[in-house]
T-cell receptor, first 114, second 112 residues
């Protein structure tokens, strides 16, 4: 069983389009995250939700809007895509208060904006 | 602010060589420390973690890391690498917040 699943795995789209990436976890975790990995492999947190509530919002353009319909899902919607948005986006989950156990990551979504 | 430094950006080794990857963090309080591995084209997987107790922690696939509080370090080691260890390795730290801070990663290439 996949613990943290993301769809789609690959996404190629034109500048200016709007796209969404979905994430679901079946681990019973209450905290979910979006990380962006750039072409140099640097991982930077974008958002974190705990029980559907936004708790971390790093300096991310407001074209990016996360949505958490329930604690098992955290979707990422991106408006007006730009070339610089090309990256791999990873979803992750953890238990709040138990971050010593680390994150479980999804397999990533490779977004290419052309 | 918390930060993590990985000084080795790219390491090239022959099979059976010993490995040590450096990781230093900046935070004066209690920390949780992690090493993650990312095989080519795959997601990050947890290699090992430290949050209390014995500062020498053992992880999967023969990896280990030592937490040295006085040096703010958590170096990753393996006595004998294999070709299949070729991957990107990330050190990460958490210090009483809801997020992991990652280092910039070290690319390890192992040649047969």
């Amino acid at each position: 069983d996949t613990a943290v699943s993301q769809t789609p795995k690959y996404l190629v789209t034109q500048m200016g389009n709007d796209k969404s990436i979905k994430c679901e976890q079946n681990l019973g975790h209450d905290t979910m995250y979006w990380y962006k990995q750039d072409s140099k492999k640097f991982l930077k947190i974008m958002f974190s939700y705990n029980n559907k509530e936004l708790i971390i919002n790093e300096t991310v353009p407001n074209r990016f809007s996360p949505k958490s319909p329930d604690k098992a899902h955290l979707n990422l919607h991106i408006n007006s895509l730009e070339l610089g948005d090309s990256a791999v986006y990873f979803c992750a989950s953890s238990r709040k208060g138990a971050l010593g156990y680390g994150y479980t990551f999804g397999s990533g979504t490779r977004l290419t904006v052309v | 602010a918390q930060s993590v430094s990985q000084h080795n950006h790219h390491v090239i080794l022959s099979e059976a060589a010993s490995l040590e990857l450096g990781c230093n963090y900046s935070y004066g309080g209690t920390v949780n420390l992690f090493w993650y591995v990312q095989y080519p084209g795959q997601h990050l997987q947890l290699l090992l973690k430290y949050f209390s107790g014995d500062p020498l922690v053992k992880g999967i696939k023969g990896f280990e890391a030592e937490f040295i509080k006085s040096k703010f370090s958590f170096n990753l080691r393996k006595p004998s690498v294999q070709w299949s260890d070729t991957a990107e390795y990330f050190c990460a730290v958490n210090a009483n917040t809801d997020k992991l801070i990652f280092g910039t990663g070290t690319r390890l290439q192992v040649f047969p």
